[in-house]
C-alpha cells in the first residue's frame, strides 16, 4: 500500500490512484468529443444562417489581441493602396463602413461598451463602472439595450436569416466565451 500524498491518514494503492485518474481523463475525452460534436454543429448552424465564420474568427482574434487600432489602420492603408491600383470601393460599399468619433467620449464609451456586453449576454454586474456614476448608468442603459436586441434575436426563428441562439439565459456568462471558442475554430 502506499500512502495518498494528500492525505496522510488513508492509505491507498498506486493501482487505486492510477484507475481514478485513468477514469478522470476517460470522462474529459468523453465531455471533450461531445463539445467538439456540439461545436461542429453550432458551426455548420451559424454558416447556413449566413455568418462569414472566418470572418467573425478573425474578428475575435483581433480584438482579443488587443491590436484593433492597428489592423484597422492596415486595412486603411490596404483600401487605399486598391484604390490606388485601380480597384477603389464604389460608393455602394462606402455604405458598410459606420463611422464612430476617433476618440469618443467617456459616457460614449460606456454606453457602446455596455451595449456590446448586453448583446453578447455578459454578467449584468461586470460593469467595469461605477453604477452610481454618469459613465456607469451610461453603461446600464446600454447593457438594457443590447439586452433588449439579444432577446429578439434569439427568439427569432433561423429561416428568417438571423441567427438562432442557444435559448440559453442572458445570466450565463461562460457563453460568449463558447461563442469566440466556436468562431476561433473555424
Known sequence: ???HPNDHNSQVSEDAIIAVQLSKLK??????KTAQGDLKGMQNSLDASGLNLKAA???LKIVASGKAQKKINEIIDLLKYLRILGKPLVADQLEMFQSVPVEPGILEQALADGLQSGRAGEDRYASPHDLNSDSGREWTKGFDQGE???EIVLSLETGEGLIKGDGESQENAGQSEVEKSILASA
Open 1 to 3: 500500500m502506499t500512502e
Open 27 to 32: 470522462r474529459a475525452k468523453a465531455d471533450s
Open 57 to 59: 474568427a478573425e474578428a
Open 148 to 150: 433588449k436586441e439579444r
